[in-house]
Structures are given as C-alpha cells and as structure tokens.
C-alpha cells in the first residue's frame, strides 16, 4: 500500500474532463483585487500558491524549500446534494533540497475538499489538506507541513508590493487571448522558522518567492509544457521569466516581468526572452532529461542558473500525475552570483495536461 496519505481521496477517478466553455476565462480587463484575490477561486478550472525559497542553518549550510497547494474544479457532480461529491479538489507538493543528501526529500497530499479536512478560501489565502496549511496572517504567510521524513514549520514575510505580473495581472500563455491565467507574484518574502528531520530541528533564514495564479485554459493545445524562473536578487530587484514550449521545443509563447532595485517594474514581452540550456542531466529514477543549467535572457539582462544540486527531480504522478524538475538555482551575471531563486522545468518526459 503507498504510504503517502490521502485524506478522503477515495473515488478521485474522473470521468472526462469538462469543456473549457464550462468554466470562466481569465479576461484582460478584470483587475485584481486584494486581500480579496489572495483567496480562492472556486470557479476556474485550476489555481496554486507556490512558494519556493532558499534558506541557511544556523552552521550556513544551504537548503531549497518548495510548497505549493494546487485547487482544481473537475466540475463533476456539482448539481448532486452529497456532501461526498468532489466539486473541489486540493492537492499539495513540498520538497527539501539538501545537497548533503543528493536528491529532493519530497511528498505530498490529495483530497476533496469538505469536511473540514481540505479547505480553500475564498477571502484570503487559507488552504489546507490535513496538518499541511498555508495561511496569510497580516503582513506574513504561515506554513505548516508534516511530511513522511521532514517537517516546515516557517513564516514567510511581505516586504514588497504585490507584483502583478503581464498586463496588470492578466498574464498570456499563448497567441490565443483564452491562453491566459490571472497571475501576480510577491518576491523577496523574507524566511524565518525551522526544519526538522527525524529528530533534528533547525533553525532557518532566507529568502522566498510566492505565485498564486488561477485559470481555466492556460495551455495552447500545441503546447508541451514550460520552463520558468523566480529570481530574488541581492540587490532587493525580483526577476520572474518564462517561456512556452510546443511539443518540438521550440519557444511558443513567452514573458516575463522585473522589478528593478528602486521598485519601477518592467513587463517583459515575448520576444525579449530567451532560454537557453548550458547543461542537462539525466534522471535515474525516470530516464527523462532536464536542461538543469540554463542561460536565460530578459530584455537587456541575462543570467547564468546554475543548480544547487542536479537530482531536483519532483515525482508527482501519486497526486497531480506530473514529473518534473523544480529546484533551487544560483544566479551569475559576469561570472558572479547576484541573486537566488528556482527553476521549473515541465513537459520534458511527456506533454504536460492541466
């Protein structure tokens, strides 16, 4: 029996997905709201808050940290009277980078919401599957996580405003305008808390980033998956890029947005971005190949993203039934390291479905 828990997740077996006219589109003239948008969107098809950041012990040993809770609406049985009836599913990811060890530490959760057991808000972000929970408490982000063989317990504090990201928050993923997700990001949140292993706690600081974004049909039918990056500078600047791939590799759509050290922003346009791969590495566990090492170009600047540890791998298949690499990365410019964040590279086994 898998080990992994899956807290009422019984009958999670779908029949085929709804339509995309099922669900509202993301629409270039909405704006964001908060705290209201911090919340949840039952409507839309898809939604997740992701959290990726870099942290130290207290002897400066590095770690990467990652926790994401996705929301899905899969628009089954919503006219039924059972309170058993998935109108709402949660799933959660976290992983811990440790270079000591060589490979993610990671797991996962899933149920359908209700019950009190997995729940979303609608007023500001509060999700949980369980004794797993991220909450937004004033001006700092609370996460918990009980996993099978390490523990979060961490804040995660605002220090800037929000960054909406593409078109005051309504970001493209493709030429077709219904490609497109409702999108902002809050950069250079500051970490403080501990992580336990067995029965070792440490103490951590550092440095995180947060997306929250939701949609209904972010994905041209082309497309293969992506490769994107959040970068949280040395200077206070925040750089968020990523491109589309179809299912040759080739770019199909792409963006971005930077916030410089003085705070002005920049939206970052398609032909402005570029990635290319300086090194791969190829899985153990799954045989599929991941370009680990990157060169990334936004508008005049690029940088060089260089992995904390190559075996990032994130085997998700339990939950969401996705593989693919997430992981913290050093940011060099001219040779020298000017910033930390993570990069995501999805669609590289197999074309990634949302």
Not at 51 to 75: E, M
Not at 106 to 127: I, N, P, Y
Not at 156 to 166: E, I, K
Request: hydrophobic share 40%.
């Amino acid at each position: 029996m898998n080990r992994r828990r899956f807290l009422g997740t019984a009958g999670l077996i779908l029949p085929t997905r709804a339509a995309a006219d099922d669900y509202p589109r993301a629409m270039p003239a909405r704006a964001l709201e908060f705290p209201r948008d911090f919340g949840s969107h039952p409507d839309f098809r898809n939604e997740w808050w992701y959290i990726t950041g870099w942290v130290r012990d207290s002897r400066a040993a590095p770690y990467g940290v990652q926790i994401t809770f996705f929301r899905n609406r899969p628009r089954v049985a919503e006219a039924s009277a059972s309170r058993f009836a998935p109108r709402q599913l949660l799933f959660a990811h976290a992983a811990f980078a440790e270079p000591k060890l060589g490979r993610l530490r990671h797991d996962e959760r899933a149920a359908r919401a209700g019950f009190g057991l997995a729940e979303a808000s609608e007023t500001s972000t509060d999700v949980h599957i369980g004794d797993w929970s991220l909450t937004l408490a004033g001006r700092e982000y609370l996460a918990r996580v009980v996993a099978r063989d390490f523990r979060f317990e961490l804040r995660f504090a605002q220090t800037q405003p929000v960054l909406l990201q593409g078109d005051a928050g309504f970001s493209r993923k493709g030429k077709s305008a219904a490609n497109a997700s409702y999108y902002y990001s809050e950069p250079q949140l500051q970490v403080t808390g501990s992580i336990g292993i067995g029965s070792a706690e440490s103490s951590v600081t550092g440095t995180a980033w947060l997306d929250h974004e939701w949609s209904s049909e972010p994905l041209a039918p082309e497309a293969a998956g992506w490769d994107w990056t959040g970068l949280n500078f040395d200077d206070g600047g925040a750089l968020m890029a990523f491109r589309m791939r179809d299912r040759s590799g080739s770019p199909l759509w792409a963006g971005g947005a930077l916030r410089a050290a003085d705070g002005r922003v920049r939206k970052i346009e398609a032909d402005e971005v570029s990635f290319q791969a300086s090194r791969r590495w190829r899985s153990p566990h799954t045989r599929i190949e991941y370009p680990v090492a990157m060169e990334v170009r936004a508008a005049t600047a690029s940088y060089a993203l260089e992995p904390l540890m190559d075996d990032q791998e994130l085997d998700a298949r339990a939950s969401t039934g996705t593989i693919y690499w997430e992981g913290a990365v050093r940011a060099l410019s001219g040779g020298r390291e000017v910033g930390r964040g993570y990069l995501e590279l999805t669609g590289y086994g197999k074309p990634l479905t949302l």
